[in-house]
C-alpha cells in the first residue's frame, strides 16, 4: 500500500489501470479508474485500459499473470511512441525471467526503464482479509516470493512532465525501505 500511494504522489497520477470498484485509489488528483469488466462503469469505472490511448500519467498493476502483463507492457510502448501529449505509466510488475514482458526485443526499448527492483520478500502485501485503511503491522503483511520492478514506459514529454529526480529520492525510495 506504501509503494502504491508512493507511486500515486512521485509522478502525480490521474489514471489508476487494471483496478476495480473495490480496489481503486480514486483520491485526489487521482480521478479516473479503468477495470476490465463493462458492469464498473456505473461505479464510475473506464471500461478496459486496453481501448484508449494512454496519456498524462498512469500507473498500473496487472494481474500477475504473463499475458496479462505482457499485454500491458505492449500497449503501453506504442501508445508512449504515438503520444502528442505527455505520457508516463508507472507499472508494478513481477520480474519473472520466463515472462514474455522480459524479452530483450521489449527491454530495450527507448522509452521504457527500470526504475527500482525489489528482490524477493522486499516487497509485501496487504493480506486479502484486510481492509487498506486499517493499520497494517508490517510482520503480518505477505511477502513477495519473487523479485519486483516498477517499469516506467514514458516519451520525453512525460518524462519531463512527471519524473523529479527529487520526488524519487523524497517519495518512492522512502516507501520501500
Given at each position: 500500500y506504501a509503494l502504491h500511494s508512493a507511486i500515486q504522489s512521485c509522478f502525480r497520477t490521474t489514471c489508476e489501470l487494471f483496478a476495480s470498484p473495490l480496489n481503486c485509489s480514486v483520491t485526489g488528483d487521482m480521478d479516473t479508474y479503468a477495470s476490465a469488466f463493462q458492469e464498473?462503469?456505473?461505479?464510475?469505472?473506464?471500461?478496459?485500459?486496453?481501448?484508449?490511448?494512454?496519456?498524462?500519467?498512469?500507473?498500473?498493476?496487472?494481474?500477475?499473470?504473463p499475458t496479462d502483463m505482457h499485454k500491458a507492457v505492449t500497449h503501453a510502448l506504442p501508445c508512449s511512441d504515438a503520444s502528442p501529449s505527455p505520457l508516463l505509466v508507472a507499472l508494478c510488475l513481477p520480474a519473472w525471467e520466463d515472462s514474455p514482458w522480459q524479452a530483450e526485443s521489449i527491454r530495450n526499448h527507448p522509452n521504457m526503464e527500470t526504475l527500482i527492483r525489489l528482490e524477493r520478500g522486499q516487497l509485501k502485501f496487504v493480506p486479502h482479509n484486510k481492509q487498506l485503511d486499517t493499520a497494517l503491522i508490517p510482520a503480518l503483511l505477505t511477502p513477495a516470493e519473487w523479485p519486483v520492478e516498477l517499469v516506467i514506459i514514458a516519451n520525453q514529454s512525460g518524462r519531463e512532465a512527471y519524473l523529479d529526480v527529487i520526488r524519487l529520492q523524497h517519495v518512492l525510495v522512502p516507501a520501500i525501505r
Open positions: 464498473d462503469t456505473l461505479f464510475g469505472a473506464l471500461h478496459d485500459a486496453f481501448a484508449y490511448r494512454w496519456t498524462g500519467s498512469c500507473m498500473g498493476n496487472p494481474e500477475y499473470e
